[in-house]
């Protein structure tokens, strides 16, 4: 969803009646502050921003003071509170809540956004503490029309490249922007928002596993085989609550096979899928024109990137993105919603090849339509402009 639109949803939540913490969830570095600190420079907007991302996590005393301020701002008809990286507040939910409870209890008009840089830390304490007093607004990587539109990339930019503006300046140095993904967002990312705040026994098990993803995506491999490729004593559960970290993160995720209206096992073998195909370049090593030379290495990144752009266009709807196979037969994509599927399949080249994965699954499922993207079916540039949910129509 494009920034303005989000924007739009989160003012006028914020102008209903009724009062619900809003809780903008995503990734790093894809706008949620930026987003945040325009609410608050709306004219005549009274407000308060304090941030807990800091090098040691900070306790109820500073969120309850944070909170009072608020409350101060609020006496003379109302105000907007902002905390940001709220999961790194010990038990940040039981405080909120108490807070919440009070607010609501003595009328106070005091709005509050919530912004949290790992989505699956967050979700935890919302769903033990808060029930049914907040909302979610997923705040997803940065689509193609939004990078085109702020820095002038083409579609081959952006599938190289991905979707991370505070990176976009520096592409023009390959090695620095390298550095930059690797440094800033890859390892703050695991080591501040997932070995910090969550436990994990094996963080060297974790770590392989997100560059395991990065090299793989695309591809589907069971927990068994990545146990081999990964050379570790560990087991199947653990790797797959290692991979549930990465996704809420917004590095990595294993897409589940398409079921058919069937219960899905948490074993079966998942497709990995990097969820902004910067992550991928910046542990390949390759430039941009070596990628782009490699026929092979190219469609990888191509598949990866509209992969990642139908995982981000589904965050915050009931769209779930899966993919199917059946002996030699394949899938690369199927958007499933309710009883409606979506079959998706990518072709880099320019020449139209057979689809029999994609005449299979049409015998077999009879979806609402089966695409084909790039070769000569919708072009990538195209396909990349419309969310998940507009297939659908």
């Known amino acids: 969803m494009r920034r303005d639109n989000l924007f739009d949803i989160i003012r006028k939540r914020l102008d209903e009646p009724r009062r619900f913490l809003q809780v903008l969830a995503g990734p790093r570095q894809v706008g949620k502050t930026t987003l945040a600190r325009q609410i608050l420079a709306e004219p005549g907007v009274i407000s308060h921003y304090a941030s807990a991302d800091e090098p040691t996590l900070r306790d109820r005393l500073w969120l309850e003071q944070q909170w009072e301020t608020g409350r101060l701002r609020a006496r003379d008809g109302g105000a907007i509170l902002v905390l940001d990286e709220i999961q790194k507040v010990s038990d940040w939910s039981d405080t909120v809540k108490r807070l919440w409870d009070e607010d609501t209890q003595h009328g106070v008009p005091l709005q509050v956004i919530v912004l949290g840089s790992a989505p699956l830390l967050i979700g935890r304490g919302l769903t033990e503490s808060l029930a049914g007093r907040f909302e979610v607004i997923a ?3 940065w689509s193609f029309t939004e990078m085109h539109a702020a820095f002038g990339w083409t579609v081959e930019q952006y599938v190289y490249f991905g979707g991370y ?3 976009a300046p520096l592409i023009g140095d390959p090695e620095r922007w390298r ?18 705040m969550t436990r994990v026994d094996k963080p060297a098990l974790l770590r392989r596993l997100f560059l395991l993803g990065c090299a793989y995506s695309g591809q589907i491999l069971s927990y068994q085989k990545m146990l081999g490729q990964l050379q570790d004593a560990g087991n199947t559960v653990t790797l797959a609550h290692y991979l549930e970290l990465l996704q809420g993160a917004g590095m990595v995720m294993g897409l589940m096979k398409y079921a058919h209206g069937q219960v ?10 990097v969820l902004n195909p910067a992550l991928m370049s910046a542990q390949g090593g390759r430039s941009f024109d070596q990628v782009r030379a490699s026929g ?6 191509v598949e990866t990137c509209v992969g990642a752009h139908l995982v981000n266009t589904s965050a915050g709807t009931a769209i779930e993105v899966t993919y199917w196979r059946e002996r030699n037969h394949e899938v690369d994509f199927v958007l499933q919603r309710g009883d409606e599927c979506v079959a998706i399949e990518v072709k880099s080249g320019r020449r139209q090849e057979s689809l029999p994965g994609m005449a299979a699954f049409a015998r077999q499922f009879s979806p ?8 000569q079916g919708i072009p990538l540039e195209e396909f990349l402009g419309r969310p998940a949910a507009s297939w659908f129509g």
């Open 139 to 141: 705040v997803p990587h």
């Open 165 to 167: 503006p505070g990176a």
């Open 179 to 196: 550095s930059y993904i690797v440094d800033s967002l890859i390892e703050t990312t695991i080591s501040r928002d997932i070995l910090l």
């Open 264 to 273: 899905r096992q948490r074993s079966s073998s998942p497709k990995f899928q």
């Open 296 to 301: 092979e290495d190219w469609g990888r990144l």
């Open 368 to 375: 609402n339509k089966c695409l084909l993207v790039g070769a």
